[in-house]
């Protein structure tokens, strides 16, 4: 079984940064991708960004060169540094592991960007 825990969402005002955590545990397969999905009230859940354990990334075009994914292999951790945050970044952040037909998913962080 792998579990994954996400941490680091909260309130910032537009124009701040956040960084959010995931880290996962269980039986996980050496090669893998890593990444952040989002879900804002009332829209579909989207990608935000994804990295693989060979560190490619890829991003969506809404938050590239606002934010940065990253990982430590050895910890099986991710994260998502945001910065310029936007109203629109508003959402609950999901982390997401996968590997073959496998997917994991965490329950996910609140960010809410407001003045």
């Known amino acids: 079984q792998v579990q994954l825990v996400e941490s680091g969402g909260g309130l910032v005002q537009p124009g701040g940064s956040l960084r959010l955590s995931c880290a996962a545990s269980?039986?996980?397969?050496?090669?893998?991708?890593m990444g952040w999905y989002r879900q804002a009230p009332g829209k579909q859940r989207e990608l935000v960004a994804l990295?693989?354990?060979?560190?490619?990334?890829n991003y969506a075009d809404s938050v590239k060169g606002r934010f940065t994914i990253s990982r430590e292999n050895p910890k099986n951790t991710v994260y998502l540094q945001m910065n310029s945050l936007k109203p629109e970044d508003t959402a609950v952040y999901y982390c997401k592991i996968a590997w073959g037909d496998m997917e994991y998913w965490g329950k996910g962080t609140l960010v809410t960007v407001s003045s």
């Open positions: 269980g039986s996980i397969f050496i090669f893998n991708v």
């Open positions: 990295i693989s354990s060979t560190r490619s990334t």
